[in-house]
């Protein structure tokens, strides 16, 4: 049986794709790669294809119709055999050294005495025209090379695993019922948000493995783009709100780090929506955080009257070019877009 199940979607991927498999077959029999063609109209077919006759063992080309990256990444849990399962998208790739360490702690893992759920390691922000690299790692936030609970998560507020940093057991996907929106951006949030009710046990790698290439000016997470995609945005916002309300929290850890994930997301919405500048965009942001006091009036108040709640609701023109203002030094400190 394969140890680890990569799921790589790809959408009109012909001119990066073989860099990100390339990285990935230094793994060997030891992996199953799940190249998804999601309804390319370029040649991504065809070099799925030509990776899968040429190592049969270890690829496998999964042609769809085009039904987005959450889909995609649907058909990868669906198709996976490893016993643990990790995406990786198809512009990205990985470090082979910090490869081999993630095999090989896995290997160990499954012989040891107790189920690991998930398995984090670093990932590396490849920022096009950046020569310093920005690397997400969580040494300060989580014990290192031992398997802990989420009562030794010590993540502060403005930093969360996500899906780059995340391995987990293929069968608590299938036992969460994981089924990500079609035709929807951001969906790597509920990717990392969704299964953490059911994960038990931990295991964290001080390894730089994922290269998450960001800069190109079509990508989803580009502000200019995300403005544009405004309302997938808010769709995955509120489909994170409906998930922790329907968890039955029995680990208060668990509840304090995934209501502080939610409160990031809702104000990544908030400032979207503002810098958008229109009053469709403000009247957006007000409709969801009602949506939110009705489903859940406790939620609501522990995200509007949070540090950032209150920061996103400032108010007037001058209260909002404030918050504006502090979004701007954040990003040019942690270097995202």
């Known amino acids: 049986m394969k140890i680890l199940s990569i799921a790589i979607p790809c959408y009109n991927s012909e001119a990066y794709m073989e860099k990100c498999i390339d990285s990935l077959l230094v793994g060997g029999e030891d992996v199953e790669i799940l190249v998804v063609n999601d309804g390319s109209s370029d040649r991504t077919a065809e070099i799925a294809d030509a990776y899968a006759k040429k190592y049969p063992t270890i690829v496998k080309a999964i042609h769809q119709e085009n039904g987005g990256h959450g889909e995609a990444v649907n058909a990868g849990i669906r198709n996976a055999s490893g016993l643990y399962f990790k995406v990786v998208d198809s512009d990205d790739w990985v470090n082979a050294e910090a490869y081999e360490q993630i095999l090989k702690t896995l ?188 489903l859940d009036r406790w939620l609501y108040h522990k995200l509007r009257y949070s540090v950032l709640g209150r920061a996103a609701n400032l108010p007037g023109r001058a209260g909002r070019k404030m918050f504006v203002a502090a979004y701007k030094v954040c990003q040019k400190f942690y270097g995202f877009n």
């Open 107 to 294: 290997e160990e893992l499954i012989r040891g005495p107790k189920t690991v759920d998930l398995l984090i390691s670093n990932f590396v922000y490849e920022k096009q025209g950046v020569a310093r690299k920005k690397v997400m790692q969580y040494r300060h936030c989580l014990p290192v090379n031992e398997i802990f609970e989420w009562d030794k998560v010590r993540m502060p507020k403005g930093k969360y695993l996500l899906m780059h940093s995340m391995i987990y057991r293929t069968e608590l996907l299938h036992e969460c019922g994981l089924e990500l929106p079609k035709h929807t951006f951001y969906v790597d949030n509920l990717f990392a948000f969704e299964p953490l009710p059911y994960v038990q046990n931990m295991y964290y790698l001080d390894v730089n493995f994922y290269r998450y290439f960001i800069g190109r000016d079509d990508q989803s997470v580009n502000e200019r783009v995300m403005i544009k995609r405004i309302d997938q945005q808010i769709r995955v916002n509120k489909l994170m709100a409906d998930a922790f309300h329907r968890c039955q929290f029995s680990n208060k850890h668990l509840k304090k780090y995934m209501l502080s994930y939610l409160d990031i997301i809702t104000t990544v919405s908030s400032i979207m929506l503002v810098r958008a500048g229109t009053q469709e965009a403000l009247d957006k942001k007000k409709e969801l955080m009602e949506y939110i006091r009705e």
